[in-house]
């Protein structure tokens, strides 16, 4: 019997986790199941468990790789002495991870299922081990960019890194629940607000 690459190997899981993805951001993880999956992918039940030990292990997988994508997508477009400002980093960012990047989910879909790992990570111990370590590793790329601001002298030294840091990560947060519950959010939005937020002019008193 031939042997199996591992470019083949990598291939049907990267078929199966897209098509997961699919499913899961259309019907939510409750309402899709293992026989809808293996619809949406279409492969057996026997090739699908070789990767997967079921739905649970599904979505932990799928949670795993978009953490990855958006830490990963923000340390590269921060990647720059000094980083982009902020309104730039947000919209570069939000517009590589919106455009299929990731799990080959577009727009809502993407948003969609960004929102339903949040939820799902209140009662799954496994998901919430995975969005804490998520969420703990954006912190710190976060801390870093603003630090990048600090040097570079266009931030002032008396906020927190870490408080600025977690305001950002707010706003992108926000940015994915409004189009996973309107499906009207577009970077652009996000980047002249935040531009328009950080050119207002604090009114002289005394």
């Not at 703990?136 to 931030?155: F, H, K, P, Q, S």
Request: with cysteine; proline share 3%; hydrophobic share 45%.
């Amino acid at each position: 019997m031939a042997r199996v690459s591992q470019e083949h190997l990598d291939a049907r899981r990267r078929q199966i986790i897209d098509g997961a993805a699919r499913c899961f951001a259309r019907d939510g993880f409750h309402g899709a199941s293992m026989q809808g999956v293996l619809k949406e992918v279409g492969l057996s039940a026997g090739a699908v468990y070789r990767y997967f030990s079921g739905k649970e292990d599904l979505i932990a997988a799928i949670a795993d790789e978009a953490f990855t994508s958006i830490r990963r997508a923000f340390w590269e477009a921060a990647n720059a002495t000094p980083p982009p400002a902020p309104d730039v980093l947000l919209g570069r960012v939000l517009r590589g991870l919106f455009s299929g990047e990731v799990c080959g989910l577009e727009g809502r879909q993407f948003a969609s299922l960004i929102v339903q790992v949040w939820s799902e990570s209140m009662r799954n111990e496994r998901l919430a081990a995975t969005f804490e370590d998520g969420y703990g590793a954006m912190r710190r790329v976060w801390t870093d960019v603003v630090e990048g601001y600090r040097e570079a002298g266009i931030l002032r030294a008396d906020v927190p890194a870490d408080h600025v840091a977690r305001t950002m990560m707010a706003a992108t947060q926000g940015f994915f629940a409004q189009m996973a519950l309107f499906g009207d959010a577009d970077p652009a939005v996000l980047e002249n607000g935040m531009r328009g937020l950080m050119a207002m002019d604090r009114p002289e008193t005394g």
